[in-house]
């Protein structure tokens, strides 16, 4: 049976992090919205997610933060060791970042998130959810778009917004590609804080990285509980084989045999095994948009998640289309150059910002797992002798930089002098970071 529904000004696919984020901030802005979610309830898996200053940055802006983010961790540090001698190689500082970029590094529980953002969304008045609708078409025309379900319901609406995922159906209205396999699986879980190896950072974020692998640790939940994340290049894949990156794979790659530090071997025996997640991407787009369609978070961008960036970068997508939609908020029918004005500011802004992450994101990982005792080498000597109060390298994904209290000590031993509390980035003055990352590769349409 086909059954027709009225009309909202925009219709989400898919109810991840990106859809029902976008569905917030567009609700925000007075934009009526409908989010169709194929599967049964809003769930997310039971880990952890961090979110870095740009994108805690952009939340508190919005006004959103507290509401979605109740019982986050502020870790103190972000700590790199070397996975084998254990040795801290460097580390930024938390609270020295937050006075630079205007707001908290943040780590929390990912159903946390999407609890806060469904809430936070119904709150607006303008959203509506549902569940158990698998959209499987859309039509575009110049009036209007719709979509279809998989029941032959159908919905309508003045543009329709794909945030269905890695595995995207709204993508292939674009590009036909495939996912990037790289032969790296990831294993996680979360484990109660007094269960942990006493020996551990517990405020802070530490990864370890070593030879064709690497693990993440942080607090999680009021520092209750303690986030893990095991990731391997899997021995069964470089050979070829279907079936690879097993549990016992993870277990022989982080084996006391391998020379690994011991609070790296103990931990992926803490992780839940029940299923790995293989580390895939895709290749950057060019545009997100194709008339009265527009893709976001990881349908438009999946990203290896080395600098922890995919579901933030998701949320300023939604943040950028609210804030270019918001002025036909009022409108009931939006004009072909009504569209096109808006979705094209969105898709400016977001593409190259968004492609650099996901090219950028590669190389980090290249770095971490670099294996050969000579680039173990050069790896560790330019970590160690890297200022750690020298943010070039980050500064072009969580800046812009705030300019006002940043004073460089006499010492050399800090750069910026006064509260931690949050300070306001708005009415300060927007230095241009230099820039060490490369521009995105643009390819295939
Ligand atoms: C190991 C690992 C660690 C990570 N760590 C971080 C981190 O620390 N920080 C960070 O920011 N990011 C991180 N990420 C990335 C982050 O998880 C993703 O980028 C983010 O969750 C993507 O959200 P999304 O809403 O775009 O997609 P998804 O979460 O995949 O949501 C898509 C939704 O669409 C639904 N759907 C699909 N098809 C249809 C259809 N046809 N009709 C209706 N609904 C449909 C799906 O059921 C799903 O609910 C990590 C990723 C991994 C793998």
């Known amino acids: 049976m086909t059954t027709t529904h009225t009309a909202p000004q925009v219709l989400i696919v898919g109810g991840g992090i990106g859809g029902i984020g976008a569905a917030l901030m567009l609700g925000r802005r007075g934009i009526r919205v409908h989010l169709l979610e194929r599967e049964p309830a809003f769930a997310e898996g039971g880990f952890g997610l961090q979110l870095g200053p740009n994108i805690t940055r952009m939340l508190r802006d919005e006004g959103v933060l507290e509401d979605i983010a109740p019982n986050a961790v502020f870790p103190r540090r972000l700590v790199f060791r070397n996975a084998v001698s254990g040795e801290e190689l460097n ?166 045999e391998t020379g690994l530090h011991p609070s790296v071997v103990r931990a992926p025996r803490e992780l839940g095994m029940a299923r790995g997640w293989p580390m895939v991407d895709r290749d950057p787009l060019d545009t997100y948009v194709q008339g009265r369609v527009a893709l976001l978070g990881d349908a438009a961008h999946a990203t290896l998640q080395y600098l922890a960036q995919g579901a933030g970068q998701s949320l300023l997508d939604g943040a950028s289309l609210a804030a270019h939609l918001a002025p036909l908020a009022d409108s009931e029918t939006w004009t072909p150059a009504q569209v096109q004005a808006a979705l094209g500011a969105y898709d400016e802004e977001r593409v190259a910002a968004a492609s650099r992450v996901q090219t950028a994101s590669r190389a980090w990982g290249e770095m971490w797992h670099v294996r050969s005792a000579g680039a173990v080498m050069v790896r560790d000597h330019a970590w160690r002798s890297h200022d750690r109060f020298d943010y070039d390298i980050v500064d072009w994904l969580y800046g812009p930089v705030r300019t006002e209290g940043i004073v460089a000590a006499a010492d050399g031993s800090a750069t910026s002098p006064g509260s931690a509390a949050a300070p306001s980035a708005e009415a300060t003055p927007v230095v241009r970071p230099r820039d060490l990352h490369p521009t995105p590769v643009t390819t295939r349409k």
């Open 91 to 256: 580390h930024l500082d938390c609270e020295d970042m937050e006075r630079r970029y205007g707001s908290r590094y943040l780590v929390m529980h990912r159903g946390d998130l999407l609890e806060g953002l469904v809430r936070a969304a119904l709150a607006t008045g303008n959203v509506t959810l549902e569940n158990d609708r698998k959209v499987v078409r859309v039509e575009d025309r110049a009036d209007g778009v719709a979509a279809i379900t998989e029941d032959g319901s159908r919905y309508e609406a003045q543009i329709v917004l794909g945030a269905d995922g890695m595995h995207s159906r709204m993508r292939r209205l674009f590009v036909d590609d495939a996912l990037q396999p790289t032969g790296f699986v990831a294993y996680r879980g979360t484990i109660p804080i007094d269960a942990v190896d006493p020996d551990l950072d517990l405020e802070s974020v530490t990864v370890w990285m070593g030879p064709g692998l690497h693990l993440v640790q942080y607090p999680l939940r009021d520092a209750k509980e303690f986030n893990q994340v095991a990731v391997f290049e899997s021995p069964a894949h470089a050979r070829g084989e279907l079936d690879w990156g097993k549990p016992e794979e993870l277990l022989e790659r982080f084996s006391s």
